[in-house]
């Protein structure tokens, strides 16, 4: 019985992995709410998608956008961090109330639902690059000075 519940959880992991969009796929517009409870939305306007996983990533982009200015990031950039993984009370208590000293804006994706199917590496962050909600391009990095060159790039 053991071995029978173990096979179909990898199936069921390999089939959740699976739905992972790549480029050229159309994704859903998202609307979730940033650090201040306000929505923040991803829709056929948005140009650039910042997304974070996990704390590594998300200290790369943080440091990459206050280390740029607005007019040195592209037009309609949304940052986005699924923040599922972080234990409720933290997040309540420590984590959100620190983002709220953040000089920009950042969806957060509570229970994970909204961005199962996004595309991350492990300690990374990710840029998504849209045309109307169609991906263009999907690039990982590993620090926030490389971050930085792609979102001068995308400008």
Excluded: C
Excluded at 105 to 126: I, K
């Amino acid at each position: 019985m053991k071995a029978l519940l173990f096979a179909v959880s990898v199936l069921f992991m390999a089939s959740a992995q699976a739905n992972v969009f790549v480029v050229n796929d159309k994704i859903e517009p998202i609307t979730l709410e940033d650090q201040f409870e306000q929505p923040l939305v991803v829709n056929e306007q948005t140009q650039v998608v910042l997304f974070s996983r996990g704390m590594k990533g998300g200290e790369f982009i943080q440091a990459a956008l206050e280390a740029t200015t607005a007019e040195q990031q592209p037009a309609n950039l949304v940052y986005i961090a699924d923040i599922s993984g972080m234990p409720s009370l933290i997040a309540r208590f420590v984590a959100i109330p620190q983002m709220k000293d953040l000089p920009f804006a950042m969806g957060l994706d509570r229970e994970g639902d909204a961005t199962a199917n996004w595309p991350t590496e492990e300690d990374m962050a990710t840029m998504v690059t849209l045309d109307k909600l169609t991906v263009v391009s999907i690039e990982n990095f590993d620090s926030n000075e490389t971050l930085i060159k792609a979102l001068s790039a995308a400008k």
